[in-house]
C-alpha cells in the first residue's frame, strides 16, 4: 500500500490531518485545472476551495483509494464548470476620462536591440496562443490542460473523466483541432 492510500483510507475514516496532507500535495495542480477552465484567478481559487470542501464530505464514498486523484480531479473539473455557471461577472466603469495635460511625458525609447525583438516576439506569440486557449469551450482546455499541462496519460483522463480511453483520445484530437483553428483565426 502506498503513503498516499494510507492516508486516503485514514481520511476517509474522518482524519482531517490526512485529508490535509493529500490536499496538500495537490492544491496547486487541482488550481491549474480549475483555472484552465474558468480563466480567472478568484473564480479558479474559489471552485478549487469548494471541489476540497465537496471531496471532504464526499470521502467515505469513495471506493477505491488508488483512484483518489482521478476522483479529485473530477471533483474539481465539476465544481469549475458549476462556478462558470453561476458566476457574475462585474463590469469596471470608468467615470470621465483624464485631461491631455494629466498624461504623463513620452517615455524614452532606445534603438532598437535585435535580441529584444525576438523576446517581443515570443511574448506576442504567447499572447496569440493565450487569446487562442480562450477561445476553446471550457471542457477543451481541460483536456489540453490535463494532458499538456499536467501532463497526465490518456488513460488516466478518460478516469478522470469518467469516459472510455477512446472517447478520451478522441475529444483530444477534437481540442486540438479547436485550437488549432483558434490559432489561425488569430494569424
Not at 33 to 48: H, P
Amino acid at each position: 500500500m502506498s503513503p498516499d492510500e494510507a492516508l486516503v483510507r485514514r481520511a476517509r475514516l474522518g482524519d482531517a490531518t490526512a485529508f490535509d496532507t493529500l490536499v496538500a500535495t495537490r492544491i496547486d495542480r487541482c488550481y491549474r485545472l480549475a483555472w484552465s477552465i474558468l480563466l480567472n484567478d478568484a473564480d479558479a481559487a474559489d471552485a478549487t476551495q469548494d471541489a476540497f470542501v465537496a471531496a471532504w464530505r464526499k470521502l467515505p464514498r469513495l471506493r477505491d483509494p488508488y483512484a483518489f486523484d482521478g476522483w479529485l480531479n473530477r471533483i474539481v473539473a465539476n465544481a469549475a464548470r458549476m462556478g462558470r455557471r453561476h458566476r457574475v461577472r462585474l463590469r469596471e466603469i470608468t467615470i470621465g476620462s483624464p485631461s491631455p495635460d494629466d498624461s504623463p511625458p513620452a517615455p524614452y525609447e532606445p534603438a532598437p536591440d535585435p535580441y529584444a525583438r525576438t523576446a517581443i516576439d515570443d511574448v506576442a506569440e504567447n499572447d496569440a496562443i493565450g487569446r487562442a486557449f480562450d477561445r476553446l469551450r471550457p471542457d477543451e482546455r481541460a483536456i489540453l490542460a490535463l494532458h499538456h499541462v499536467e501532463e497526465r496519460p490518456v488513460a488516466e483522463i478518460a478516469r478522470t473523466l469518467g469516459i472510455p480511453t477512446g472517447t478520451a483520445k478522441w475529444r483530444l484530437h477534437a481540442a486540438r483541432r479547436a485550437l488549432e483553428r483558434a490559432m489561425e483565426a488569430e494569424a
